[in-house]
């Protein structure tokens, strides 16, 4: 199974991006989605989740400005982000909870990360 992310970038404050990372290979269902994200010097520290079903847990700092969204069809989930601050650059990471074609268990797996730079 592999995660890959695309959408990051340079973004004034105040800006907008939207991230997203596609599930691929041997994947027999995909259960919950979502994204980290870590700063140099920092913890990584969970930004949004998405379950299959669709609800949504959100960290306190994106709460009103972030909006996790997924695509079930494409295994893909999406990460928007308005109002975005200084303090939102991070390296944002995405992961998929996975069951794997001929497999009983799921495990979670992650993508390389895509860079956010929030900056004037």
């Known amino acids: 199974v592999q995660l890959q992310a695309s959408g990051g970038g340079l973004v004034q404050p105040g800006g907008s991006l939207r991230l997203s990372c596609a599930a691929s290979g041997s994947i027999a269902r995909v259960y919950a989605m979502g994204w980290y994200r870590q700063a140099p010097g920092k913890q990584r520290e969970l930004v949004a989740s998405i379950t299959n079903s669709g609800t949504t847990n959100y960290a306190d700092s994106a709460k009103g400005r972030f909006t996790i969204s997924r695509d079930n069809a494409k295994n893909t989930v999406y990460l928007r982000m308005s109002s975005l601050k200084p303090e939102d650059t991070a390296a944002y990471l995405c992961?998929?909870?996975?069951?794997?074609?001929?497999?009983?268990?799921?495990?979670?797996?992650w993508g390389q990360g895509t860079q956010v730079t929030v900056s004037s």
């Open positions: 992961y998929a909870q996975v069951r794997e074609t001929g497999a009983i268990a799921s495990y979670d797996h």
